[in-house]
């Protein structure tokens, strides 16, 4: 017996020395391939560096937006690995909202950032932080009618059709225009977040529409490839082309005059915000529901001023 107990002693004390492993928090977002996404990883790197303590992050999302399959799969493995809290980027309203009920159901914090999930999934999530979407369509048009007026003919790109900062953005943006112009609207036309695809609409669009007065790339590829198309067509400065998002890329068409304006995102506040809001979930602290992420418009005027170096990435 007293050899049974020592062993059981050794044995527990061997299980006690054990450390205990960190909770880890897992970051999903549409796409790893894409700046603005590895500029929210950045944001969410430093809260976890300045805040995270013992726990450990993971940061993964799928080759491309539209692979939403991948990105399900990808949460209910985080939810199947009981992780301690969810940071989630949705690329579509309706197909994440099974996976994100799993994570309630288990129990697991879930922070919604950018786009946003349908309404019958608010109960399933603790905080939802993004850009006001439609704000930021209604200042990229507002943006474009001060340099088109409102009269003639303008095209939309856009990038996943029925993706929750989709709908938000691009319906902002056409609704103000029809509010506050007589502009005709062609498109949208859906790039699936693609650069190669964009360039190739734009171009497409730009032959078939000499008479085209502006244009507007809704995210970050989508607004490359329509500068590049600008470039190679050179209706660069003949156009007035407003982008979204505030890449390198992005930077140096608003500069040479390809981009008349940027509207840009604090993705870096995105990242970072989503962190320690889903900490202090985890800690049990009161979060709000709902925080906008801010937006900022940036010309050739303002883009090496504090306000704008503050957000571009």
């Keep these: 017996m007293r050899k049974l107990a020592a062993a059981l002693l050794t044995s527990v004390i061997a299980l006690a020395a054990v450390p205990a492993q960190a909770d880890e928090i897992a970051v999903i977002v549409k796409t790893v391939n894409s700046t603005f996404w590895q500029n929210v990883q950045k944001g969410a790197d430093a809260a976890m560096k300045a805040g995270g303590g013992d726990n450990t992050m993971t940061f993964q999302g799928p080759a491309a937006e539209s ?4 990105q399900v799969n990808m949460v209910e493995n985080a939810v ?9 980027a949705p690329s579509d309203p309706d197909a994440l909202v099974p996976a994100v009920k799993k994570a309630w159901e288990a129990r697991i914090p879930v922070v919604i950032v950018d786009s946003m999930l349908s309404k019958d999934a608010e109960q399933y999530y603790q905080s939802f932080l993004a850009t006001d979407n439609k704000k930021a369509g209604e200042l990229a048009a507002q943006a474009l009618i001060d340099k088109v007026g409102t009269e003639g003919k303008i095209a ?3 990038y996943v059709a029925g993706a929750g900062s989709e709908i938000g953005r691009v319906g902002g943006f056409t609704d103000y225009i029809k509010a506050h112009s007589k502009l ?4 949208p036309f859906y790039s699936q977040s693609q650069m190669a695809t964009a360039l190739n609409q734009t171009t497409d669009v730009l032959a078939a529409n000499s008479d085209l007065k502006g244009i507007f790339g809704a995210n970050e590829p989508t607004a490359i ?3 590049r198309a600008l470039k190679q067509s050179g209706k660069a400065g003949k156009v007035v082309a407003i982008g979204f998002d505030g890449n390198q890329d992005l930077q140096e068409f608003v500069k040479d005059g390809t981009l008349s304006a940027i509207a840009v995102q604090g993705s870096f506040q995105m990242g970072e915000l989503g962190i320690q809001t889903v900490l202090k979930i985890m800690n049990k602290e009161k979060v709000e529901k709902f925080v906008d ?9 303002n883009i090496d001023k504090p306000e704008a170096k503050n957000v571009l990435y």
């Design 293 to 301: 992420t801010g937006v900022l418009v940036v010309t050739k005027d």
């Design 156 to 158: 939309v790109m856009s």
């Design 184 to 187: 005709q609207i062609v498109g």
């Design 225 to 227: 490839g329509m500068g």
């Design 80 to 88: 199947n690995r009981k992780v301690s809290g969810i940071v989630l």
């Design 67 to 70: 692979a939403i399959a991948d």
